[in-house]
Structure formats: structure tokens, C-alpha cells
């Protein structure tokens, strides 16, 4: 904020600290201000806290260096009013209880009434701030150097030794070569960079009301800022993603938001892109616990960005709009502690030195981007097993992770995400699809950025990602457009309501009805024409004791069972999942994948029925011999059948088309194998009666036996074309979805799912086929005793005509001759 427009905002008489000077504050580098400076001692003022910790400060202006140091009316750190009390600095500079740390603790202790562990805090922080060793003082672990302005270069491997050496500017040159002469002296240089917070207040009063607020940290700016104005609902700069809040210039903007995870650098520079003179974030998330508000991550702001609690929602969210407020934010200083517990810087070129460690890039922002970050350990559960979901998701806040967090999370921590039994996913979800050369490779969630149901739960990479989530994610990390990673998720996106290609390729809800209806009117179709074949094949009792008859009622009976299944589509199916037409749960959906399964059992009794043409027509086996061999034709496709069913119950789910065993591969194995035993039993039929044709031309009787073997063969033929016609299709879609191809071919895909039910209407038109053949054979043969009946009722006709005439030429008069009942003659003739 210019400095003008602050004195003005001062001076109209908002807020009475009309007096402070303001400096520019870098919190990056605020607190070298108290590295030794002209003075062999440290310039740091040590406090005990609020929480009885031993805080080292590192104030701004150096009017707050004079007793009582920080004794102010109100202090907030971390979002909390603090009182830092005692305060003092080190003994040489300032003697007010001493001239060492021990006489100092005393006095204090005596006081202020310290508790021991308190007095203890304060001794070691004095110890460590004003008695340790400075450049070329001999070093240990017993014996440090002087916190934040020098460190142990340790020179062995024990830690035993070394020699001080004054911190560097950067913590990267920790890394550099010949500057450190150990591993132990390399981390004890990263601990040179304390890790510090603000130290400083806030006020916002709307019309006179004043509201408890806390002021953003880590910002580049200056330490004090102060505006005013109306206030204005800017929360689509986060809901919505917006560039600009319109209409917000000289207004107070209010971003109501329900998540941490926002970048507030990226939404404090949207804000004053929008001519926005200060920021109110509405932090809805917290429950109304008290407020502390995130890190700016060292970037710089140019107006007030403060924090109000979710006690004051409801009036900001109704009342507030429109009323002018006046808000002030002071930084006194920094609060530092040791870095030791935090871990080391690591960026792109210093990386994490542990192989359990990963660099997550979320402390200093550079020109819109992260740049560094402390090193984290790799994601673990309470039982220490890896969560490798953990670096994609942060779900303690519900966010999706920065690319360069991702990335580094997922190359270090080798966080490989499983899919499990999802026939059409990848093997896993990693990191080489990651870091697009160009912006046009990149893959979009929702590529429109249309995500209708933010709020629905996606499936695929857990139970608790949400759809904006999913969103956020695809946009914060570079995926290849062309990897089957963003092709899976743009699959399943249809979910969050996103246009585009559907699933299964259905993109209107027209497509999505048909991809139910259709194999639901094609199951129904299977179900009578198998049921056609069960009541037909058992109905009497000479067809009952055929073992064909038998097979092919068995055959139908589970065929009927699949049909069924099938025909629910859909309708078993969870509702979670969005398809049209689902009204299940898991449940409903393991029932239906079950039963489909046990319908498979009717293509399995189909090689049965395959067999049972070999072994008659190959080698000549009767009834007899058959039928003492009869379990061997039901036993082993039933048995397989149903192992199957059950093996495959924690597989099963949704398929999109209905429910079934997702796994990849392996269920449509048997079903293969049974396709090609079929083939090859059948090419061993056909060859030979080729060949037993050609040695039976020369004999009459033989040649009856091979016409009426050729018409066996021929039916056999045909019900195993009607087994290639129902599961072809349906098999190389399988392959297709497993491989990563064919998502999208709705035409293709609806084939497929309407042919895979017909399998018993298939069946029934190959049983009746004989009949129609037999049919169309009579009426060929009775076709000349029709023929010689029509030429006689004819001339009967004729000579009728002939009497009638010459009667009546003779006599004058009509005659009325018995004529034979033609219709009669022709029944009696035709029979």
C-alpha cells in the first residue's frame, strides 16, 4: 500500500497509532538484522513465551530494543495473543540482571517467579545465543558454536571436533564444494537458518465493531500497513478460480474459502490485480477455533491481508457486504527457534540427503513458483507402512499437492498408486507421465473446467477424493494428454459432471439409455429362446432320455440364470457410480456379477456338446455308451463354473455396462480356452468326414451314413457358430479395455454388450433349424401330387362346362349336373 495512502487512512482518524514507522520488512532475511553486527555478540533479544518456551526475537525497529523490549498492549504470534516476559538480551550488551547467563537466570528466577523448567529454557537459549564459540573457537557437540551466526564444522566422522566458521548467506552454499569438511558440519550449517514466524498484531473494525483478526505471515512488505473501505465479496477469486474480482477497485475484499490449502500469495496477487486495498479471508474451515493465518511464503504484498474466525461467518457472510472496514497490520519482529526439528532446506539442486526423505516444495515462492522446501519424511501410516496416495492428497486439509511436491514425493518415496482389480486402469498411477514439455500436452480433469458436482466423491484414487480436488490436482501437476493416466481420469469424469466423451463413450444421455436398453431387450430375447429350449427338449419322455437333449436344457438353464443378470444392466449397479439407470450398492453389484459369472457355465457345457458330436460322429459311440459316460459331460463345466463365480467375488464391480469381475485378464481365460477346445474339436470333426466322404463315394450305404453324418456335423457347426457370434465381440472388448484402447468406442462397445446376452437365442434358432429345414424338404416332395391335383381339378372343370353347354344347346334349358366337391379332391389327393 503507498505510504500516502496509509498516513491518509491514519489520519482520518481509524485507528490511533498515528506515530508508528513503518520499515521494509523481508522475513527472509529480517532476522540477520541481530547477527553479530560491529559487536562481538549476538543482538538478539531471548523472551520466555506464553507457553514457557525460550523464544529468540529479532525485532524490527530498534525502538523495541530498550526494556521492556516487546512489552506491548497486544502481541499475536501464530494467531494467539502472546506475552513475551521476561526479555533480555545477552549479558555483555545489557546487564540489567547480570553479566553471565547464570547470574542473569538467576536474578530473573527471583523476579519473576520461574518455574525450574522455565529458568532451565532460558539458561540453555542464553548458553546458545552468548557463551558458545564464534569463528575459530574449537567446537563439539558439547560445545557449540553461537546459534544462527555460526556453526561446527565437524571434522571427523564421530562429531567429536571441529572449528567454528561463520554461517554463509545462502544455506544452499552449505552444500558447496570445500566449504564443508563433513556430513556432521553440513548439517549442523543448514541449522545456520533458524526458522522464524511474525511477531505482530492486527485490527479490523467494521462501523465501529471491533473483530478479532490475525495478520498474514511470512509476506514480503512493509511492517506496518493500515486501509479502508467497503467491503465486497471477492470468494470466486477461490471458488471459481477467477482471475479478477469485478467491480473491487478501492474496496475491502472478502474471500469466504473451506479449505487451508490455498495459495495466498497467488490469491493476494489476484486481489490487488483487482485494485483491491485490503483482504479479508473468511476462513470458514476452522470451526471457530481461534485464527491464525497461513504463510505468504516470502512472497511480497502490497496491502492488508488479515484473518477472521469462523465466530464471525455468518455476519460477514449476510451483514457485512457494503459496510466500510478499516483494517491495520503491524510487524514487530520475528520469533525464532532452531531449525534441528524441522529438517534441511532441500530445493531442485540440493536434494533431501536421506532415502527416506523427500523435498516438498512449499516454503519460498520465486516468480509464481516454489522454489525450495524443508526435507519431509516419506508418507507412513500409524503402523509405518508406506501412503503413497499421501504424496498426491494432503487429506488432513482435503487438497491436492503442487506438481513439484508430487513429483519429488513420488520419484523419492517411490509412491506408486496400485489400481487393484480395475480391468481398464493403469498398472499404477506414478510419476513418468509428469512434467509436460508444453502447455498444450497438458491433461485437464474437466477440459471445459465445467466440474458441475465439486462435491461428489471420485472413486478412483480413494474413497475420500472429491471432484474439485480431482480438478485441483490435474491443474496444479503436468500429466501427458496422451497417458493413460489422463486418459483413465477423463474417462471417469462424467462422474463431476464434466462434458465430454462419457463413459464407454456414451456423451448424451440418449447414448447412455440405449447402452442400457438395448442388451437388457437382447437378454430378454436370450431368456425366452432359451426357455423355448428347456421346456421343448424335457417335454416328453423319450426326448428327456436323450443325453443332447439334456445337455442342451443344462445349457439353457444357466444361460437363462446369465440372462437375467444381464438383463438388469445397470440397475445393480452403485448409485455412487452415476451411470444411468443405477439405483444399487455394492452389494446388489457382487449379486449381479455373480450370477453372470454362473451364466458362463452355459458356453463351458458347450465344448460338452462339442465332445458329444466328436465321439459320435468320429468313433461311431451309441446311446449306450454315451450314457454311461454322462457325468463326464456336466461335471467338469459346472464345477468350473462355479469356482469361478466365487473366486471372482472380491472382483467384482462396475464394468459400466453392468457389474462383473474386473480383474484384469485372467476372468476371460476360461472362457478363451473353452472357444478354442471348441475349435479344435470341431476342425477334428470336419476332418474327418471330409475324409471319410471321400472313401464312402463308391458305396451306397456308406454314403447314406456320411449324408446323415454331414447333417449332424452341420448343426454341430452351427451351435458353435452362435457360441463365436455371442462371446467374440465381448472378449476383444475385455482385451481392448485392459490394454488402455477402445474407452470411447461407443458403436463397437454397444455391440458388444447387445451380442454377449444372445447366447440362448443364438441356441435356440440353431434347435429349430432342423425343423424348418424338414418342413421345407416335405413340401418339396408333395409339390408334383399338388401339382397333378390342380391340372385334374382343371379338367374336371372344363368337362363340367362342356355338359352344361351341350345340354342346354339340346334342350333349350339350364342344367344343374353334379359336380365332385374340388376342395375334397384336393384334400384327399394331397394326403
Request: aromatic share 12%; hydrophobic share 35%.
Amino acid at each position: 500500500m503507498p505510504l500516502a495512502q496509509r498516513d491518509s487512512v491514519v489520519a482520518n482518524g481509524f485507528f490511533p497509532h498515528n506515530n508508528i514507522s513503518s520499515h521494509y520488512y523481508n522475513p527472509q532475511t529480517s532476522w540477520r538484522r541481530c547477527d553479530a553486527k560491529g559487536s562481538y555478540f549476538s543482538r538478539w533479544i531471548m523472551c520466555l513465551g506464553s507457553q514457557g518456551e525460550a523464544i529468540s526475537l529479532c525485532p524490527v525497529d530498534e525502538q523495541f530494543r530498550e526494556p521492556p523490549y516487546l512489552k506491548m498492549t497486544r502481541t499475536y504470534h501464530s494467531g494467539s495473543e502472546v506475552s513475551f516476559q521476561p526479555c533480555f538480551q545477552c549479558p555483555e550488551l545489557d546487564s540489567i540482571y547480570g553479566h553471565d547467563c547464570a547470574t542473569s537466570i538467576k536474578n530473573m528466577t527471583q523476579i519473576f517467579d520461574l518455574t525450574v523448567a522455565n529458568a532451565s529454557s532460558l539458561l540453555d537459549m542464553c548458553t546458545k545465543m552468548c557463551d558458545n564459540g564464534f569463528e575459530g573457537d574449537y567446537c563439539s557437540v558439547e560445545e557449540p558454536c553461537s546459534a544462527y551466526s555460526h556453526f561446527c564444522d565437524f571434522s571427523d566422522a564421530q562429531n567429536d571436533l571441529g572449528v567454528c566458521q561463520k554461517c554463509p548467506k545462502e544455506i544452499s552454499d552449505c552444500y558447496g564444494k570445500g566449504f564443508i569438511t563433513s556430513e556432521a558440519g553440513r548439517r549442523n550449517c543448514v541449522e545456520c537458518e533458524p526458522q522464524c514466524d511474525d511477531v505482530g498484531w492486527s485490527t479490523l473494525i467494521v462501523e465501529e465493531k471491533e473483530i478479532p483478526s490475525d495478520f498474514m505471515h511470512l509476506a514480503i512488505q512493509e511492517s506496518y500497513l493500515a486501509a479502508s473501505g467497503p467491503i465486497t465479496d471477492c470468494s470466486d477469486l477461490v471458488r471459481h478460480s477467477v482471475d479478477k474480482c469485478i467491480g473491487a477497485g478501492g474496496k475491502v475484499c472478502l474471500v469466504d474459502v473451506s479449505t487451508r490449502h490455498i495459495k495466498y500469495w497467488e490469491l493476494s496477487q489476484k486481489a490487488e490485480n483487482s485494485g483491491c486495498v485490503a483482504i479479508i479471508l473468511n476462513a470458514t474451515y476452522n470451526n471457530g477455533r481461534p485464527i491464525a493465518c497461513g504463510s505468504h511464503s516470502y512472497d511480497e504484498l502490497g496491502v492488508p491481508f488479515i484473518c477472521i474466525s469462523n465466530n464471525n461467518t455468518n455476519y460477514f457472510q449476510k451483514d457485512a457486504i457494503g459496510k466500510t472496514a478499516a483494517i491495520e497490520v503491524n510487524i514487530l519482529g520475528q520469533a525464532c527457534h532452531n531449525n534441528s526439528n524441522q529438517g534441511t532446506i532441500c530445493s531442485e539442486n540440493v536434494p533431501c540427503a536421506s532415502k527416506n526423505e523427500f523435498c516438498p516444495f512449499d516454503r519460498k515462492v520465486v516468480n509464481g513458483d516454489y522454489e525450495d522446501g524443508w526435507c519431509d519424511r516419506c508418507p507412513i501410516d500409524g503402523n509405518g507402512n508406506p501412503v503413497p496416495l499421501s504424496c498426491y492428497f494432503d487429506f488432513s486439509e482435503g487438497y491436492a499437492r503442487d506438481s513439484k511436491y508430487v513429483i519429488d514425493c513420488v520419484k523419492s518415496c517411490d509412491a506408486q498408486i496400485k489400481f487393484g482389480s480395475c480391468k481398464f486402469c493403469p498398472d499404477g498411477l506414478n510419476a513418468i507421465d509428469f512434467d509436460v514439455a508444453h502447455g498444450d500436452e497438458k491433461c485437464h480433469f474437466c477440459p471445459n473446467y465445467d466440474v458441475r458436482y465439486p462435491d461428489r466423491l471420485f472413486p478412483l484414487f480413494g474413497d475420500n477424493i472429491t471432484c474439485w480436488q480431482m480438478q485441483a490436482f490435474y491443474e496444479s501437476v503436468d500429466i501427458d494428454k496422451n497417458s493413460q493416466n489422463c486418459a483413465l481420469a477423463q474417462k471417469m469424469n462424467y462422474i463431476c459432471g464434466c462434458e465430454g466423451l462419457g463413459y464407454a463413450g456414451a456423451s448424451t444421455e440418449s447414448k447412455q439409455a440405449l447402452l442400457v436398453w438395448l442388451p437388457r431387450a437382447m437378454a430378454i430375447l436370450s431368456m425366452f429362446g432359451s426357455s423355448f429350449i428347456v421346456f421343448d427338449a424335457l417335454r416328453t419322455k423319450r426326448k428327456r432320455g436323450k443325453l443332447l437333449n439334456q445337455m442342451l436344457s443344462t445349457l439353457s438353464f444357466f444361460d437363462i440364470l446369465g440372462s437375467i443378470a444381464y438383463a438388469f444392466t445397470t440397475l445393480p449397479t452403485p448409485d455412487s457410480d452415476y451411470l444411468y439407470g443405477s439405483k444399487g450398492n455394492k452389494k446388489t453389484c457382487l449379486a449381479q456379477g455373480f450370477f453372470i459369472q454362473i451364466g458362463t457355465i452355459a458356453c463351458f457345457l458347450n465344448v460338452s456338446i462339442s465332445m458329444y458330436y466328436l465321439l459320435t460322429i468320429k468313433y461311431g459311440w451309441k446311446h449306450e455308451k454315451l450314457n454311461r459316460k454322462r457325468a463326464w459331460f456336466f461335471f467338469p463345466p459346472i464345477v468350473i463354473g462355479i469356482v469361478f463365480a466365487f473366486v471372482g467375488i472380491p472382483f467384482y464391480d462396475n464394468l459400466f455396462l453392468w457389474c462383473n469381475n474386473s480383474a484384469r485378464y485372467w476372468p476371460e481365460i476360461p472362457v478363451i480356452l473353452a472357444i478354442v477346445f471348441a475349435t479344435v474339436i470341431m476342425c477334428t470333426i470336419a476332418i474327418d468326414v471330409r475324409k471319410k466322404s471321400h472313401t464312402s463315394a463308391r458305396h451306397s450305404l456308406r454314403r447314406k451314413s456320411m449324408a446323415l453324418s454331414r447333417m449332424v456335423f452341420k448343426q454341430a457347426l452351427w451351435f458353435t457358430g452362435a457360441f463365436y457370434v455371442t462371446w467374440v465381440p465381448y472378449l476383444a472388448m475385455q482385451y481392448m479395455w485392459t490394454t488402455g484402447t477402445a474407452f470411447y468406442v461407443y458403436g463397437f462397445i454397444l455391440y458388444a454388450a447387445s451380442s454377449v446376452p444372445l447366447q440362448g437365442f443364438w441356441n435356440f434358432v440353431v434347435y429349430v433349424r432342423p425343423r424348418y429345414l424338414n418342413d421345407a424338404k416335405a413340401s418339396r416332395l408333395t409339390a408334383p401330387i399338388r401339382s397333378r391335383a390342380t391340372t385334374l381339378r382343371t379338367s374336371i372343370g372344363r368337362l363340367s362346362s362342356s355338359l352344361r353347354h351341350l345340354v342346354e344347346t339340346k334342350t333349350g334349358r339350364h342344367a344343374n349336373p353334379v359336380i365332385p366337391n374340388v376342395g375334397e379332391l384336393d384334400r384327399d389327393q394331397t394326403l
